[in-house]
């Protein structure tokens, strides 16, 4: 992944020189990564996508069996990055200004007055989103495309980083309510939690028989901040494409729209947000340049959320993931 591939120059996109305190800002992400993988253990590839989703400024579906250490995953994350942080649980009966906030009666005044709901912070955890009804769920559609809340007919912004991670379980589906494809479509990746290995599930026993208790992150020390995640997305906005690897990026998503197992496929937002988590996981692995091998690492968490399978793939038994892969094995890349 870290070879350069022979670019055409005459036809490269332009980049900016990095900005000042780049190496820092992926120097302190890296600690980050580090001091999360303290607490969960066994989820490195997990947190690695979390940091390329805040480094591209763009929100997060987890999805896994209960009991993966999804919800602690993010806590761990917040707490290891100095952010303000809430967590909401999605239930049956979660109302709308349950979760952006209400115009709430003031006696003293006669007014009324707005009280934020807990969307107004810098990470928000919507725990098991698909157990809301969709009027709740689409209560997080402005705040996630417009990074602000319309209340009483009046936007109020939301801060400065703002970062929805999301969880469901992909069983128990009795009692839930699947997010549609336009909202599916506002996350930038899908992240899946894996059931750690042998040895990773007893290095986890070994710490809780240590004394490791979940409920308290103390021992977690925050080593990045706003502004070394500032530094980053600025950064990430410098690497270079090559347009041979734009127009990678673009066949692979034309792909699947021509797929015969695909009754959906992906939407031009769904290119650009393939290219915006290659370039940031370039810029992770210390290149100032996007390869195709970067693009091909980041195409499935990216992309698995935007298709669908047609009723008759799903019967054989076909996967999005496994549709991706074919279409990856086919798609020629750029040399």
């Not at 990678?248 to 009754?263: F, G, I, K, M």
């Not at 996007?290 to 968490?301: E, G, I, M, Y």
């Not at 935007?306 to 074919?326: I, K, M, W």
Request: charged share 25%; net charge negative; proline share 8%.
């Amino acid at each position: 992944m870290n070879h350069p591939v022979d670019l055409d120059k005459d036809d490269d996109v332009p980049a900016d020189a990095p900005p000042a305190g780049a190496e820092e800002a992926r120097a302190a992400l890296a600690a980050l990564r580090a001091e999360v993988g303290k607490t969960v253990v066994g989820q490195d590839s997990v947190v690695t996508g979390l940091v390329i989703a805040l480094l591209c400024r763009g929100h997060v579906l987890l999805e896994g069996v209960p009991g993966t250490a999804k919800t602690l995953l993010v806590k761990t994350l917040s707490r290891a990055l100095d952010l303000d942080f809430k967590r909401v649980q999605f239930t049956p009966d979660l109302m709308p200004g349950d979760v952006t906030g209400s115009m709430v009666y003031d006696a003293r005044t006669a007014e009324f007055d707005f009280r934020a709901g807990p969307v107004f912070t810098n990470l928000l955890l919507a725990d098991e989103i698909n157990r809301t009804p969709p009027k709740t769920q689409a209560s997080l559609l402005e705040a996630m495309e417009e990074r602000q809340v319309s209340v009483d007919g009046k936007a109020r912004p939301l801060p400065d980083p703002f970062v929805v991670c999301a969880t469901q379980n992909p069983v128990e589906y009795e009692g839930t309510y699947p997010l549609p494809e336009a909202q599916l479509d506002r996350f930038l990746v899908k992240l899946t939690v894996p059931v750690p290995s042998r040895d990773e599930e007893i290095a986890m026993l070994q710490r809780h028989a240590s004394g490791f208790d979940p409920r308290d992150l103390s021992r977690v020390r925050p080593v990045a901040g706003a502004a070394e995640l500032a530094a980053g997305q600025a950064a990430v906005r410098t690497v270079h494409l090559d347009a041979k690897v734009a127009a990678y990026v673009v066949d692979l998503c034309r792909a699947t729209r021509q797929s015969p197992s695909l009754a959906l496929g992906v939407s031009p937002r769904g290119a650009t947000a393939l290219l915006a988590t290659s370039r940031a996981w370039a810029w992770l692995s210390g290149r100032d340049y996007v390869t195709p091998d970067d693009v091909k690492a980041l195409a499935r968490p990216t992309l698995r959320h935007r298709v669908q399978l047609r009723p008759e793939a799903e019967l054989e038994g076909a996967t999005a993931d496994g549709v991706l892969e074919g279409i990856l094995a086919h798609v020629p890349a750029p040399r």
